[in-house]
């Protein structure tokens, strides 16, 4: 069994990997740390584990008992604990948050999306886990910067649930604000940024082109509904059959032709992908949900890569439905 810790165990990420390590057939959940909550049950927090688990959070960490570590923590708080303390030799790591996604000489980590990296990560013991708009967007371009296509500016739009935000409430998350609405945020400046053209570039070198982004906040709890313009003289045969070939071999990315929507991924592992051309115009449609392929689900993945285990196990998840 794989034993596992988790630092960090109070948000909605964290939320949802709990759920899923506690029904993991090789795994062990040895600690939930959780400083603020210390001593209160997983369920009082995360109130869908009630029947799941006993678990407690506690606010130790016995590092030396784990083969895994998860940290689910605020931007900048892996990097301070890191700086800070000294873990065990072989203990592996899997980061959530954005600090060790850019790389830099003195960075360690693996760049955690598999259907880019599935290799290196198989070979690693540092994961630094990919941003939710960020693996949603990479997964409609990868296969075009594969086979040298991104010439041209990229505009992207791209509407995201409730949850990205975090657990905290703050005024554009609550209920009366959010639902029956719609807004914009950071556009042109998202912080995923950076990790998108960095990864475009490692499949195709040459690229310059501009990524113009704009996230909205949507009137949902859960998902990313991503639509991304790019000019591109190839039949729309020929990109089915590129993007296809990409991902033969990755077993959550689908590229099917009808129209997609997001109820299809919500509470999934999977990516949706759909293709429209007009004229040179390429619309390519890319849906993930944001805590479990946008977060959770893909550091399981990640987790699986880690330690040689067939990469499905533990993520066969069922859409919602209607």
Known sequence: MIKVGIIGGAGYTA?????????????????VNSSSNAGNRLSQVHEGLIGETDMVFTDRLPLDQIDVLFFCTAHGDTKKFLDQNELPENLKVIDLSMDY???????KFIYGLPELNRREICKSQYVANPGC????????LLPLAKNLMLNDDI?????????GAGVKPSATTHFSWRTDNLSIYKPFTHQHLPEIMQSLKHL??????KINFVPVRGDFARGIFATVIVKNAVEIDELYRIYRDYYAEDSFVHVVEESIDLKQVVNTNKCLINLVKNG????????????LKGASGT???????????????????????F
């Open 15 to 31: 939320g949802e990997l709990i759920r899923l390590l506690l029904n993991h057939p090789d795994v062990e959940l040895t600690f």
């Open 101 to 107: 996604r850019l790389e830099s000489e003195d960075n």
């Open 133 to 140: 708009f960020a693996t949603a967007i990479q997964l409609a």
């Open 155 to 163: 505009y992207v739009t791209a509407v995201t649930g409730s949850t």
């Open 204 to 209: 195709q070198s040459s690229f310059s082109s």
């Open 280 to 291: 040179d115009q390429l619309l390519i449609v890319s849906c993930i949900d944001n805590l």
């Open 299 to 321: 550091a399981v993945h990640n987790m699986n890569l880690l330690f040689n285990l067939k990469e499905t196990v533990g993520l066969k998840l069922k859409p919602s439905g």
